[in-house]
């Protein structure tokens, strides 16, 4: 499955480059201030069963993180069945082999059952929601609010090597379209949930069926509640992250105690064409404010329709790392 170029030489060489890697970062910083070392079996289809029970007791041992794939897609999730035939679901391979703990970080988690979903959550294991590599690679939409509804820890991960962009704020936008892809498909009332989402042609699309504002009757409460909200989808990328690191004592929001971990972000004026003509590099990016915008209203602009031209300063743990002039 794996190209000969791609494999580790064997289980036991895999465990000793691990190890290796451990101990070359732990020279460079031996309290993890700044570099933690995370125990990362590519995936399980990838790994094999030796290799993921050594990657567990390493795990155990050493108290590090762990980050690896689960359920992107569902040839993935029935690859897995096939490889691991003992197992009770994709999940159970982790379980079995420890490496789903609360310092486990599982990204994507697109099509996970409902019991795989309550022994990630009694484990205490954290998601990493990749919406550009599932959108990219048509693999399917994860159900961030049925996740975040039954208590488990959801973040933003980029995934670059499936998606397109490195940008947390594109992660972070396109969340949010996920999300109202995800109502659009969703039965109008719960009790159909059961049945699968609907397509368009399914939606009671009549003259009766929308407003005067051109709003559809069938746009419950329970259709909306699919979708995130701009704040949500900015906690997600801050909180939410910092939360699935075990770092939410630490950066993902301004309180005081915590690391300064912040950027600079400047807005277009829609009076001066968008930008400014004195900033070296060009204008201000796409987005326009018209001088009547509430604070929220700028946040959501920034979140849809800003860039990396937007950003003067970024600032790790108090200094100053980057600035556009």
């Not at 484990?123 to 996740?147: A, F, Q, W, Y």
Request: with cysteine.
């Amino acid at each position: 499955m794996n190209p000969d170029y791609y494999r580790d030489e064997s289980p036991e060489q895999a465990i000793s480059d691990t190890v290796a890697t451990i101990a070359h970062i732990d020279s460079i910083d031996p309290t993890h201030e700044l570099i933690t070392p995370i125990i990362t079996p590519r995936f399980a289809p990838s790994c094999s069963s030796s290799l993921l029970s050594s990657l567990g007791a390493l795990a155990g041992l050493t108290d590090l993180p762990i980050q690896t794939h689960i359920s992107e897609s569902t040839s993935e999730v029935a690859l897995v069945s096939t490889l691991f035939p003992d197992h009770d679901h994709y999940a159970d391979v982790y379980e079995k082999n420890g490496l789903l703990t609360p310092r486990t970080v599982l990204a994507h988690a697109v099509h996970l059952s409902p019991s795989e979903r309550a022994l990630v959550k009694e484990r205490e294991s954290k998601i990493s929601h990749c919406p550009v590599s599932n959108t990219s690679l048509s693999s399917g939409l994860c159900p961030v609010r049925e996740l975040l509804d039954q208590g488990i820890t959801v973040g933003l991960g980029t995934d670059a090597s499936g998606g397109y962009s490195t940008s947390i704020l594109t992660a972070a936008r396109e969340a949010g379209m996920v999300s109202r892809t995800v109502a659009h498909l969703t039965p109008e009332h719960p009790e159909d949930e059961s049945k699968g989402m609907v397509s368009e042609k399914d939606l009671p699309i009549t003259d009766e069926a929308v407003t005067d504002k051109g709003a559809a009757k069938y746009s419950t409460s329970h259709k909306d509640r699919k979708k995130l909200s701009v704040e949500e989808c900015l906690y997600l990328a801050t909180r939410g992250g910092a939360k699935c690191l075990g770092l939410e004592g630490k950066v993902g929001a301004f309180e005081v105690g915590m690391e300064w971990d912040a950027q600079l972000i400047k807005l277009g004026n829609a009076a001066d064409g968008g930008g400014d003509e004195g900033v070296e590099g060009g204008d201000q990016g796409l987005v326009e404010l018209w001088g009547k915008e509430t604070w929220g209203e700028k946040v959501a602009k920034w979140l849809f329709c800003g860039d990396d031209r937007n950003t003067r300063k970024v600032f790790v743990r108090g200094r100053l790392v980057h600035e556009l002039r």
